[in-house]
């Protein structure tokens, strides 16, 4: 941005109106936990997680040998959703989306637990589907990626929701009775569990796995999964590792992350889990089972990772409320989040657009000789879109923290990858370099290729805030081997041609191209 122009600006000059977002509260109650999220949803679709508190009523805790739950888990299950009520109205919230799962599904006396919660609380709690509970994380996890041929999982604590996706879409979905709680009352008697109870665990998952597969088309699909094990066992993988970004969404965590981690919780007592980093206290005792599900999963489909999603049920349900249009392409789906984050920041959207459509004709006519795709396309769009959003913070070191809010805001459609080249980019828009530091920091997501990428992204950026205004068009020129540029000069402005100097020079410092310069 330039300095200038932006110290010029008031709240009428441009820029993008008032934040419009509409709060949504959504009510999750499971058979482990239950949470409460409340969603900014933006005019565009996109959700953003603003507010959360957190149960642990466990009302699969103890429960009969028909699944009846338990005096006490009532009691605890009564007492959560009574503090939820009253969070609900202090923040007043329009409208709030209550749903009960596994236990409650499964309890004979689900009904009257119910109707024990609407009586102490208000809170209308509805009991879902197993379908209808694997629909809701199929549009969670396809509201964050663009999804193909898949196979989506939601591990709970009462069970394990499937959801076969083709071409985007869900073709077969079913629930099988493999929630962690479940299953580590079933099979883990004592602590740390002996060898007999995790073989007996193994065989049984990998038989339920085996029935519920023969169904499914979709040969080595990807894997994405969600739940409140698999977001544990993504932080400690992090904090082994020393993985730079610790979002667990996104993650990629492989099969030999999921093996070593079996190995060492299946020697720990509980209290020694709850020491590692993720793990806690709510999943100490259910992360064995948890593990081995995953470990099952990943033999059963011959994927060699998990992608971790941090959206699920409750993202599906509020997606799904706003009605948002799904499933999206990974363009539309990071489209929606800048739109998103623009609204939170007070981004110039005009500005914005000006320079990602001129930074989208550079990259056209560079992108076949430096082998760009869609991918780097896609982290360009979002640099772009956002390049300015640090001056929400401090116009004079604003690339800087745009950087940092690409980074660290909700920006979906994206892998940690991309997510990292357009903050790099976004930083470099304004000239200058990558600090030192930052090759070491994301050697594990980026190697030395990236950085140059990210180098190069940056350069078609600051070429493109240079001419953004102008109308540039970029064509190539001699086969390639060089670059022409033609713009309008702005009316009034007779520095239009040092501008488009300095851009050519940005172009052959970075580019190594001969640039033609002319004036439209």
């Known amino acids: 941005m330039d300095r200038a122009t932006a110290a010029k600006q008031g709240p009428g000059d441009g820029r993008s109106p008032a934040r419009s977002a509409r709060p949504i509260g959504v009510i999750d109650v ?46 605890r299950g009564v007492a959560a959703l009574r503090r939820f009520a009253k969070i609900v109205r202090q923040r007043e919230l329009p409208r709030t989306i209550a749903v009960a799962t596994s236990a409650v599904r499964d309890a004979p006396n689900g009904a009257d637990f119910l109707r024990a919660v609407e009586r102490s609380s208000g809170i209308l709690l509805r009991t879902i589907s197993g379908a209808e509970e694997a629909r809701y994380g199929y549009l969670g996890i396809a509201g964050a990626w663009e999804l193909r041929d898949d196979l989506v999982c939601d591990l709970g604590g009462g069970s394990l929701q499937l959801v076969e996706v083709v071409r985007g879409r869900p073709r077969t979905s079913g629930s099988v009775p493999l929630g962690v709680l479940r299953l580590s009352q079933r099979f883990l008697a004592h602590d740390p569990p002996k060898k007999r109870e995790m073989d007996d665990l193994r065989d049984h998952v990998r038989r339920a796995l085996k029935a519920a597969f023969g169904p499914l088309v979709v040969k080595s699909p990807g894997l994405y999964v969600v739940g409140g094990t698999v977001r544990a066992l993504a932080r400690a993988a992090i904090d082994f590792r020393g993985w730079p970004i610790g979002r667990v969404h996104g993650y990629p965590l492989f099969d030999h992350d999921v093996e070593a981690l079996g190995e060492l919780l299946e020697e720990m007592s509980a209290d020694k889990r709850r020491a590692i ?3 806690g206290s709510d999943r100490a005792d259910v992360v064995v089972a948890g593990v081995v ?14 992608r971790v999603s941090g959206t699920g049920i409750r ?131 980026l190697d030395a290729d990236d950085l140059d990428l990210a180098r190069r992204l940056g350069a078609v950026l600051e070429v493109a805030e240079l001419l953004a ?52």
């Open 277 to 279: 980093p993720g793990i």
């Open 293 to 306: 599900v995953l470990q099952e999963l990943l033999r059963a489909t011959g994927a060699d990772r998990i």
């Open 315 to 445: 993202e599906g349900i509020a997606l799904e409320a706003i009605g948002a249009a799904l499933p999206a392409s990974a363009t539309e789906l990071a489209d929606r989040s800048v739109a998103a984050a623009a609204e939170s920041f007070a981004v110039d959207v005009a500005h914005a657009r000006e320079v990602a459509d001129a930074a989208r004709g550079l990259f056209e006519v560079l992108g076949s000789r430096e082998k760009w795709g869609a991918r780097e396309a896609l982290a360009l769009r979002v640099a772009a879109g956002l390049h300015d959003a640090g001056t929400a913070i401090d116009l004079w070191r604003h690339a800087h923290h745009s950087g940092y809010l690409i980074r660290n805001y909700p920006i979906l459609g994206l892998d940690q990858r991309e997510i990292l080249l357009a903050s790099m980019a976004a930083y470099l828009h304004e000239g200058g370099s990558l600090p030192s530091e930052w090759k070491r920091r994301f050697q594990p997501v």
């Open 30 to 75: 499971g058979s482990n936990t239950a949470r409460l999220v409340v969603f900014d949803a933006s005019r565009r679709g996109a959700i953003r997680a603003v507010y959360e508190a957190k149960e642990v009523p466990r009302l699969g805790l103890r429960t009969g040998p028909d699944g009846r739950l338990s005096d006490a888990a009532v009691e």
């Open 469 to 520: 205004g102008l109308r540039p068009r970029f064509t190539a020129v001699a086969d390639g081997r060089a670059v022409g540029v033609a713009f309008s000069p702005r009316a009034g402005s007779p520095g239009s041609g040092r501008v488009g100097e300095k851009a050519a020079k940005t172009i052959e410092r970075t580019f190594h191209r001969e640039v033609k310069v002319r004036e439209r």
